[in-house]
């Protein structure tokens, strides 16, 4: 009899989606990739099966086409589904806010839908940190901080992601759901076989740093030295895409072990702020290059500082972060220089 547990990941060709594969197939899981390849490369197949020298199944599917991702549900019996198929630039949300209406949250009802019909119970959801908005009070926020209104179309899309399982839960059924809030994700797997791969210029500080070091970008600007943080500049908690990645096999692993119907909300970060300029110098003594940077003016919907209280992901999940920031700059530098070189 064949035990082996299929876990349909969707945009698992892409930065967090990758990483979890490797973890999935390091842990036993057989994942089973759906990807448009919209923000994503077929190379990413290649490094994942040259990392975990496994067959990967992928098929090109885009979730929001119903009839093709029911026909996946048709051809595998999953154990459990893995959504991270979404857009995720801030800025471009803003200019296309149906595209990321439509994209990220009918492709979020596909899935719930599906996994519903065909008895999947188990359900892990890619969230944010942006679901906490800019907090007031404290700059440690805990599962507990009251959630903000959302400053893009993007956060939004999140937030009404969390509201629509919250009622899919509510409304009875078996289903089991886990939001994964995640914070700011950096890095890239050691081998530097897969990473971030941005798609035009890139919006996250950590591929404008590295992108900047190789001189692929100019300039890099610091947005704004004058908030109320230790140098002036933004704090952000980094976590490791690699951590991050492991955070889903934990929490899958969990939910396979609960009995009733849940809806659970896990943030998932180091519990540490890293300002924007601390990027900058560790990335300037890790890679031994100097980078090209000014201070610029505050970037709007900027928050000045916020972190993970990471404690109930230790208390449910036994998660917590094993990766430093250094080592995320030097994975994610790694990554860049294998590019170039390629
Ligand atoms: C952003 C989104 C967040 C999303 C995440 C994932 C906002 C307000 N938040 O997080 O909702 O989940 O991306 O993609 O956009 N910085 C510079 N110069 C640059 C780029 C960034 O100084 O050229 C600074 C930013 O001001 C910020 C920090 O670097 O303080 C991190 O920025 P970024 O990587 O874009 O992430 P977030 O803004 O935290």
């Known amino acids: 009899m064949n035990e082996s547990k299929y876990i349909l990941v969707t945009g698992g060709a892409g930065y967090i989606g990758s990483h979890t594969v490797v973890e999935l197939i390091q842990h036993g899981f057989v994942p089973v990739i759906i990807d448009d390849f919209s923000n994503s490369t077929e190379q990413v197949i290649d490094g994942l099966m040259e990392i975990t020298r496994a067959d990967i199944i992928v098929r090109k599917v885009d979730v929001c086409d119903f009839a093709k991702t029911k026909s996946i549900f048709e051809e595998f019996r999953f154990d459990g589904v893995i959504h991270f198929a979404a857009f995720k630039a801030v800025g471009e949300s803003v200019k296309e806010p149906l595209n990321y209406y439509k994209n990220n949250l009918v492709g979020l009802i596909n899935i719930l839908d599906l996994a519903k019909e065909y008895e999947v119970k188990n359900i892990v959801f890619s969230s944010s940190c942006t679901v906490y908005g800019s907090p007031d009070g404290s700059r440690i926020v805990s599962e507990e901080t009251k959630l903000q209104q959302a400053t893009s179309p993007y956060g939004n899309t999140k937030r009404i992601g969390e509201q629509i399982i919250s009622d ?66 933004c704090v952000r908690d980094y976590v490791h895409v690699v951590d991050v990645a492991d955070a889903h096999v934990k929490g899958l692993s969990w939910l396979m072990k609960q009995e009733n119907s849940l809806e659970e909300y896990i943030n998932i970060g180091t519990g540490k702020g890293t300002s924007v300029l601390e990027i900058i110098h560790v990335f300037e003594r890790i890679s031994n290059t100097k980078l090209n940077w000014s201070f610029g003016p505050r970037r709007e919907g900027d928050v000045e500082e916020i972190y993970a209280d990471a404690s109930k992901a230790m208390e449910i999940l036994e998660w917590k972060s094993n990766k430093t920031v250094e080592d995320a700059v030097s994975d994610a530098w790694n990554w860049e220089l294998k590019m170039k070189n390629d």
Request: no cysteine; glycine share 16%.
């Open 168 to 233: 899919l839960i509510k409304s009875g059924g078996d289903t089991k759901v886990l939001s994964l809030r995640y914070f700011n994700p950096v890095g890239a797997h050691s081998s530097a076989l897969i990473g971030e791969l941005p798609m035009g210029k890139p919006n996250n500080l950590m591929p404008i740093v590295t992108q900047s070091g190789i001189g692929k970008i100019g300039k890099i600007i610091v947005y704004g030295n004058d908030y109320n943080t230790l140098d002036g500049t």
